[in-house]
């Protein structure tokens, strides 16, 4: 009588996290048409309008990687804080908080020269987005509150902050009482590459990336978060210096997403309102986990995902598709591909009872 | 102030903590039985949806009140399957539930918005409604305010004293020892799972059947996510809970009282009130709690033996 | 490896996507701020589109919960591009994206609502609802027994505290000792945060429950309640039958076919358009019978005299909460003044933030 037994690789199969991705996909779309049918709208014509709106024009492919900008930085910091396991469900707050951090100084200085204001707006940005991020580590390591529940609490009081700021004392005076802040000064928005709608804050993803892959590859510390998210345990038995890489995972992780937030107030808007917040830094959790630790797997998740954002408009637009059919298929994507890895980390053998 | 409000805010809280009362529990159940569950704000906007729509067609709110916690247990599944067949990470698992539960329930629901679906009312217990401050405050509500305060010592019994209860525990303490024992890990986890989606889903339901009779996206508005925290508030314990979800009501009703009976504070930081205390009494419950209360083995999935 | 699959997925993608799409009739889009489903504001302005939907030669899309920002440039670029010919956006903060996509595409007619900017192919449009919101005050004013009146608010725009100091002036109008609070929940639609505010004013005296918001959780409190709702956007008694009394609605249709016909013609201006009840953009509803017969009269009369110009809402003396006098006596209060109002009429019990 044989029995299938399952047992753990020491290894994941090369081809096979590829593999699942591509089928979590394929399942998601499928589900996503089912869906479509469901409502009475044609199912394959809805998968080839979700195609055709994000990448089937020079500017749709613009407009998806001008939306990958924020998604892949806060993907960068939550993909960090994943792998020494802390739960940080909070990049939207650092989001917010960071493109506060940023209005403040373009606010503040806004006859200062670009190469001066930008710079500045881009540290007070990461700056309080670390910060935000800091709150929950030093509550996690101190009184052992969990991390899950506190950075998204911080979520809400942070986009509450926002809309404080913009209703009260940062309310421009000639926009008849609705709430936005002025409009930043020319030397306050992160210009676009000659050309193109895209901006400059491709260049900061593009360094952030490098200087993360940098981090992981050649430092000391980056080796040390490498190894401890595997086993916490023996990671203090070790003598690895567990505090110190939380608060530092936490602090750079909300710095990246506050970052995201500058870049979108400046670079996408020109100034604050409350609908800078769109979910990035929901859509964030989807990508790192889906990409783990590699940013150039990160920055395809992250084009993906954005470009997923992109033709569901389309899909609006043509079939008066729900604007919530996007949540179905980034779920859908996670909900398979945590399934599918499965697959990645067992392998199955065949047994013949003795 | 004064003492004439605040009766109506007692029974205000009541009302508004109901839902994550039945959320609250639910999810002590499951994680009781050691998985930890974070799609409760999934399945609670898809019990929702679910009672609408079936109230709608059926006209049978407590049809519609049953078929919720059918739908949630079912949306539970998915996190089961996902978590105990193919050892998918329960953090990340909940979190996906939670994304696509509320997609999906906003999807089907937004050709529903703006409709209204038969419920229910309150009512008046006989007599007992007269009572000075504790009639209006305990005695005129919904039905389902009474099964909710009904399910805290039928769980508590359940998880205390019931045999089924101790197998469950000891799944979610010493999945081992439990194996061992010849106890079911899997069964016992699965039914912590569905029993526990089936009474958020009853959650759900009390939105969009009682504390309204409508639908909207995004009905739950995070009180799945406040049921979580008020798990760990309530030290896994079905009697704390029910404290936990009034005060929790209490607080979302109070910030609006207090600007009817007119502030000056600027509503953003009012509205910030019921978010802050959750952290505040996150971080209270678990500094104090230096002997962990939460169920040893939480969130740990059962690797398959060679 | 993932490389050479990720090139693989994206040829896949790319093999699937092509072909723009042709406009042969004239084709107008609609950008919405929230779904339309909401029986609120977006639902209203769709209810305008399905009446041009079914003139001859047009056809009509829209795309709805677009948030303000950069996705509405991107959906009406979207449009404009798909050789729309006009284009609706519904919501303040689309008014900067709309004004650099007109700049864009100077072939397409752009009409952006409760906006001030304009440019030679795009216009700005409103109604002056806070003529409806008068009349609904004085319903409320009349049928009123406490004398406090509750408003259920979303944000504290200018449209919306216009809409307050109309209500206002309309209750005291006919009942001059009458108090309007007002609570924020910071939702256009949430109906669990909405039913709980107007509870909380039902909790401190109020009778009459009117809303700026989209959904009827409102209506619904007080009906439980057993008071009296004064309903917006479109007419709510359906959800509360014995206590909605009238409501504030809005009639786009005719004004988007107007719109529409001017730009078929050749004879559009883009200009601002503040049309009122004269045009018919905004209207009360039909009153319910529970409103007494003179009361109905009353208001009828004066409705009348609004939409003959005899009769002005906002003219002066018109104090603010601190006795300070915001318009003299004797004089109108001009549109500038208006659409910029931030603060509440004397009566109001409530803050603007």
Known sequence: MPSINAYRRQEPGPWSSCLVFLAAVVLSLAVSALMLKLQGKPALKGIELLFQGALGSRWSIEDCLIKAIPIFLCSLGVAIAFRLQIWNIGAEGQFALGAIGATWAALTFPEQPWFVLLPLMALLA??????????????????????????????????????????????????FGFPMTPTFSASAIVPKIAGTELNWGLAVCL????????????????????????????????????????????????????????????????????????????????????ARLNPLTIGIASFLLAALRVGVENLQLELQVPAAFGGIMEGMILLTVLAGSFFNEFGFRIRRRS | MNTALIIPLLAAAIQSGTPILFATLGEILTEKSGVLNLGVEGMMITGALAAFVTAQLTGQPALAFLIAGLVGAAVGGIHAVVCLWFLGNQVVSGLALTIFGLGLANYLGTPLIGQSAPGFSKLAVPFLHRLPVLGPVLFQQDVLVYVAILLVPLLWF????????????????????AAAAGIGVLRYRWIGILGGGALVGFGGAYLSLAYTHLWTNGLSAGRGWIAVALVIFAFWRPGRALLGA???????????????????????????????????????????????????????????ND | MIRRFAMVLCCLMLALSAGPAFAKDFQVGFVYVSPI????????????????????????????????????????????????????????????????????????????????????????????????????????????KSNTLGYVAAFPIPEVIRGINAFTLGAQAVNPDVQVRVVWTKTWYDPTTEKEAAKSLLDVGADVIAQHQDSPGPQEAAQEAGAYSIGYNSDMSAFAPKAHLCAAIWNWGPFYKEVVDAVRNGTFEPKAYWYGMEHGIVDLSPMSSMVPADVQKRVLAEKDAIKSGQVVVFTGPVKDQDGKVRIPEGRAADDGELLGMDYFVQGVIGTTE
């Open chain 1, 126 to 175: 990461f700056i309080s987005g670390g910060l935000w991020g800091l709150i929950p580590a030093l509550l996690k390591l101190r009184m052992r509150a969990n991390e899950i529940i506190v950075t998204l609490m911080l979520n809400y009081i942070a986009i509450l902050f926002l809309d404080y700021l913009v209703y009260g004392r940062w309310k421009d005076p000639s926009s």
């Open chain 1, 207 to 290: 360094v952030c990336g490098l200087a993360m892959w940098i981090f992981f590859r050649f430092t000391r510390m980056g080796f040390e978060l490498k190894v401890s998210g595997e086993n916490i345990q023996a990671t203090r038995y070790a003598g690895l210096p567990y505090e110190k890489l939380v608060c530092f995972v936490m602090i750079v992780s909300g710095g990246l997403a506050g970052l995201a937030g500058f870049l979108e107030a400046s670079a996408t808007i020109n100034r604050l309102q409350p609908s800078i917040m769109v979910g990035y830094g929901y859509t964030a959790i989807v990508v790192a986990w889906l």
């Open chain 2, 158 to 177: 359940f998880l205390e004293k019931s045999r089924w209860g101790l197998h469950l525990r000891a799944v979610g303490e010493h999945p081992e020892a």
């Open chain 2, 246 to 304: 009034y005060l929790f009501g209490g607080v979302m009703a109070f910030q609006l009282r207090l600007q009817a009976v007119g502030t000056h504070l600027p509503s953003s930081l009012l509205l910030m009130l019921p978010y802050g205390l959750t952290v505040a009494v996150l971080v209270f419950a678990s500094w104090r709690n230096q002997q962990t209360a939460a169920p040893a083995a939480l969130g740990i999935n059962i690797e398959p």
């Open chain 3, 37 to 144: 489903g909401d029986a609120g504001y977006s639902y209203a302005h769709d209810q305008g589109r399905l009446f041009i939907d079914k003139m001859d030669g047009v056809s009509t899309s829209y795309v709805e919960a677009v948030p303000e920002g950069p996705d509405s440039e991107r959906v009406m670029l979207n449009m404009a591009r798909k050789g729309y010919d006009l284009i609706f956006a519904t919501s303040f903060g689309y008014m900067d994206p709309m004004l650099k996509v007109a700049q864009k595409f100077p072939n397409t007619i752009f009409m952006h609502c409760s906006g001030f900017k304009t440019a030679p192919n795009m216009g700005n449009y409103f109604g002056r609802m806070y003529q409806a919101r008068y009349l609904s005050g004085m319903v409320a004013g009349s049928m009123t």
